[in-house]
């Protein structure tokens, strides 16, 4: 099993600055993308970056030249660094390893975190 936990949200004026965290552990063998989405209240769920072992990253247009993701390939932890925050950028941040392959099993698995909330408000 492989277990993924966010931490790092919180609340923040508009225009601040905020950097959440995401480690996966577990019985892991390689984890080739990670990513985060979000949720704000009475939307769906959206892609907010995802990046791959190879240092290939994606943004939604919303969040590009604001927002950086990164992972520490070692650590299998993937970080968020969220800067010129707007209040709509208010949400549930979620984490996400989707076909990861564990040691104990030979079919691969998607894998959530459990959220963290970030609120940006003046």
């Known amino acids: 099993q492989v277990q993924l936990v966010e931490s790092g949200g919180g609340l923040v004026q508009p225009g601040g600055s905020l950097r959440l965290s995401c480690a996966a552990s577990?019985?892991?063998?390689?984890?080739?993308?990670m990513g985060w989405y979000r949720q704000a209240p009475g939307k769906e769920r959206e892609l907010v970056a995802t990046?791959?072992?190879?240092?290939?990253?994606i943004y939604a247009g919303p969040v590009k030249d604001r927002f950086t993701i990164s992972r520490d390939n070692a650590k299998n932890t993937v970080y968020l660094q969220m800067n010129s925050l707007k209040p709509e950028d208010t949400a549930v941040y979620y984490c996400?390893?989707?076909?990861?392959?564990?040691?104990?099993?030979?079919?691969?698995?998607?894998?959530w975190g459990q959220g963290t909330q970030v609120t940006v408000s003046s």
């Open positions: 996400n390893a989707p076909r990861v392959l564990t040691t104990t099993s030979t079919r691969s698995a998607d894998y």
């Open positions: 990046i791959t072992s190879g240092d290939t990253r």
């Open positions: 577990g019985n892991i063998r390689s984890i080739n993308v």
